[in-house]
């Protein structure tokens, strides 16, 4: 090594020297919430109307940026679902299924087109619910919610071309259990399709994140859809164990974790519901030696920090090939030094709040856990909010593939790093977990990148790009990440018998 | 002559004498040559071992012979898995094509056999007739799969039309390693209608043959070693599903576990125990495999996982 290579290696080798908070400052640019119309309580949307849970019980959602109190959400029962239940079957019986397929897709148009036009407020309660930055709730959550609705719309009476040689036909009833990180695209994801093919919903969103769901019920309600084709029930897990064993239910689509996931497979074992599952994931993001690096750090920073790190399909285990090991580190830290974490409602946020306090403490312990595994830890400099549940975007380097911060999901921002040398040797790591849900490819050359899509087990490879979602194209995993396909043509698959 | 598989041909019944020793003894006329037996024996990665356990379990042929087959065990099963997940990979990764005319071969092999599977399954039962159109059946059904290895990919993959500017594609790939519980009532083309898609899909599998119609398995196993398919790419044992069903569902490196039944506390059991791995627990029942819907691509879409490619478009 030269004496000057010598000398810039040990500047990249340096600390961060970009602080932003010295040499500027961001005048807070704070999104309204003075339009929105938000309830004090909501009650339960069973067979187009709202309904009061039958145990009287409500429980409190917060937002996490603010730990207030946003509304009283109605905690459904046993008795409720079942409510719930009655009313799709008899929407399936009596309206849906007989619905031309064309009538059945203008109301499917219909919602997409009420969601566009109240986006912003959906974009606004999500962010102040979930505590993802309101630029990505107005940029992206809600408009891919609403063209998931007009996507699959134009399905309903297209089944017949979507599988060659059969007759598609509806299932039934479908239970939806949704997550907390993307809670309206979330319930898009669920419904859309379902409605597509015939069915009628029983939909349960997270407890920390109900509104957004809330609020599309009353777009539902205004958009004229026949009464009980959708429904929506909110609660905790025992609510969600009420759709996954009600009898009369023929279809269970889940998407959170891979824990519950296992549990509620096991539940319905023999009992002839069809099933999807949407689980886990610690997807690799890859950077090879000839990778555009700036590209490629922008793309490790999306992969990771996009939404807190709640994402299933985050790249959380990152692999940088020895040569630009250092000067990807570098980089990358420099870039954390500019993110900036805080008020989810000021459109400067990079990163928001974390969802709930449970979630927090979980990604907590992870950090403690990595750090006595012997990870070395960066944290930027960053300022973080006193009141609301944050944490700073972090980097653990120096980990081998049996830390537990590099096997486990954590759901947080938070970055395992390990380097490789070989294509063999990276695909090998990349693979050796039980997940396969996504993974992420950077290298200028298109043989190594078809070389490496084709051997990663994951369901979505990102080559030169990371964490992009579009209603054509199908998302879901390999291995424990789950089952069944959701978005595009095969997502339609979830939700039809073939004859 | 025709078999050297079976322990007698049903028509030389009256003249053969069980030996002390169980072996039987042929004597044809006008020949005192003394008739070779075949051990019937598991298949696991291209090689014919005994089950580890030295068990075996007895099965009367309908010329009221006996024969003794593997009482397979768990770690026949364990063995098996290993062999079938060694190989997962090189069979996928071979061309379609050339997977189409593996299978093809196999067909051919069996077409040359096609004898000998007659006769073992008339000894298991079947008429004549019937035991001709399921050799005929399986023979054709291989055929049909062979020719879907290089066109399911076309006919399940989409390029998709996304909004940002990426080139974005849907292709599939094998769900991985498989175990099949085959069909009890039908030998032959039971077994080869679901080992077929799942091995025309890039997948490697175990089979747990039927119990009581089991002759057409091993010996199918015979055919598979003289075709052109890689060792552990089919691996097929005998024993009881009251035994192995649970240890074809829970192993940890199955992908997905194909069973046929109707039987509640199976399909429960096999369910309950998939959800260990996230397994995907393809079930079903067929009661005739002679159906012309019964041979579809759909198959092996059941055992191929889509995958989902993204790539920007521009400089």
Redesign the interface.
């Known amino acids: 090594m030269s004496k000057k290579q010598d000398k810039k290696h040990q500047q990249l080798s340096a600390e961060p020297s970009l602080d932003f908070s010295k040499a500027l400052s961001y005048t807070p640019a704070p999104e309204s919430s003075a339009h929105i119309r938000l309830k004090k309580q909501y009650d339960l949307f069973i067979n187009g109307a709202w309904v009061k849970p039958s145990k009287g019980g409500y429980f409190d959602t917060i937002n996490p940026a603010t730990e207030q109190v946003l509304a009283k959400v109605a905690e459904a029962t046993q008795e409720d679902v079942d409510k719930a239940v009655k009313a799709a079957r008899a929407a399936y019986e009596n309206v849906w299924s007989k619905m031309p397929a064309r009538e059945r897709a203008k109301y499917i148009y219909r919602i997409a087109r009420l969601i566009q036009e109240r986006a912003r407020e959906f974009a606004v309660i999500e962010s102040m619910d979930g505590g993802k930055p309101i630029r990505e709730s107005r940029d992206i959550d809600v408009p891919l919610a609403a063209n998931h609705f007009f996507y699959y719309a134009g399905w309903a009476d297209k089944l017949e071309y979507a599988f060659p040689g059969k007759n598609p036909e509806s299932i039934g009833v479908a239970g939806q259990i949704i997550p907390w990180n993307f809670p309206l695209l979330m319930a898009a994801w669920k419904i859309a399709p379902a409605l597509a093919a015939g069915n009628t919903v029983v939909l349960k969103p997270a407890e920390s994140t109900p509104l957004t769901a809330l609020k599309l019920a009353e777009i539902i309600e205004e958009s004229g859809l026949p009464a009980g084709v959708v429904n929506i029930v909110t609660g905790a897990g025992a609510t969600g164990a009420a759709i996954v064993n009600h009898p009369d239910i023929d279809k269970i689509a889940f998407t959170g974790s891979t824990d519950v996931g296992k549990l509620i497979q096991k539940a319905i074992a023999g009992t002839g519901k069809k099933l999807t599952l949407e689980l886990g994931g610690k997807a690799a993001n890859i950077i090879f030696e000839d990778a555009a690096l700036d590209q490629a750090v922008e793309g490790i920073v999306n992969g990771i920090f996009f939404n807190q790190g709640h994402v299933c399909c985050a790249g959380s285990r990152l692999f940088v090939q020895e040569g630009v090991a250092d000067k990807v580190i570098r980089k990358l830290k420099d870039r954390m030094a500019s993110l900036i974490v805080g008020d989810p409602m000021d459109k400067n946020t990079d990163i928001g709040a974390i969802n709930s306090p449970e979630q927090l403490k979980k990604i907590n312990e992870y950090l403690k856990i990595g750090v006595n595994e012997g990870g070395e830890v960066f944290q930027p400099n960053c300022s973080i909010p006193a009141k609301g549940y944050f944490c700073k975007p972090t980097l653990f380097l120096n980990t081998s593939q049996s830390h537990r911060v590099v096997q486990e999901e954590i759901f947080g921002p938070v970055l395992a790093v390990q380097t490789f040398r070989t294509v063999e040797e990276v695909i090998e790591k990349a693979n050796n977990t039980p997940y396969g849900l996504s993974a992420g490819v950077w290298t200028d050359k298109g043989s190594k990148i078809f070389n490496m899509t084709t051997k990663l087990k994951a369901g979505v490879v990102w080559a030169n790009t990371y964490n992009k979602f579009d209603p054509s194209s199908p998302f879901g995993g390999f291995r424990e990440s789950g089952f069944g396909r959701e978005g595009g043509l095969h997502g339609l698959l979830p939700y039809l018998k073939l004859r | 002559m025709a078999s050297t598989s079976t322990t007698k041909k049903p028509t030389a019944k009256k003249t053969e004498v069980a030996s002390s020793n169980g072996q039987a003894e042929t004597k044809q006329t006008g020949s005192s040559r003394i008739k070779v037996q075949k051990t019937y024996k598991i298949f696991i990665n291209g090689q014919f071992p005994r089950t580890e356990s030295g068990r075996y379990y007895p099965l009367t042929l309908t010329d009221g012979s006996i024969v003794n087959l593997c009482l397979s065990s768990r770690k026949d099963i364990r063995n098996a898995v290993v062999a079938a997940r060694e190989v997962q990979e090189k069979w996928a990764a071979r061309a379609g094509l050339n997977k189409s005319q593996i299978l093809y071969r196999l067909a051919e092999m069996l077409e040359t056999r096609s004898s000998q599977f007659i006769e073992e399954l008339q000894l298991m039962g079947a008429t004549k007739e019937d035991a001709a159109k399921e050799t005929e059946t399986a023979i054709d059904r291989l055929i049909y799969y062979a020719g879907w290895c290089d066109k399911f990919n076309a ?1 399940f993959s ?1 390029v ?5 500017s ?1 080139f ?1 594609f ?1 292709s599939n ?1 094998p ?2 390693v498989v175990t099949i519980v085959a069909a009890e009532e039908s030998g032959l083309l039971g077994l080869v209608s679901v080992m077929a898609p799942v091995i025309a899909g890039g997948n490697t599998c175990v089979v747990l043959a039927s119990e009581s119609k089991a002759l057409s398995a091993v010996t199918l196993a015979e055919v598979i070693a003289t075709s052109d398919i890689p060792a552990g790419v089919v691996n097929i044992l005998t024993g009881t599903r009251k035994e192995l069903l649970a240890h074809m569902a829970n192993h940890m490196d199955v ?1 997905a576990i194909y069973l046929h039944s109707n039987k ?1 506390e199976e ?6 125990l ?5 397994k ?1 627990a393809r079930i079903e029942f067929v009661s005739n495999w002679f159906e012309p819907k019964e041979e ?1 691509p ?1 198959r092996i879409q059941d055992f191929i ?8 478009i521009g400089i």
């Open positions: 006919v989409s998709n039309p996304v909004s940002s990426h974005n849907s790939e769900t991985g992908n509640a399909i429960k059991e096999v369910e309950t998939s959800a260990l791995n996230v995907r579809n759909y996982e889509v995958k989902t490619t993204w790539h920007p």
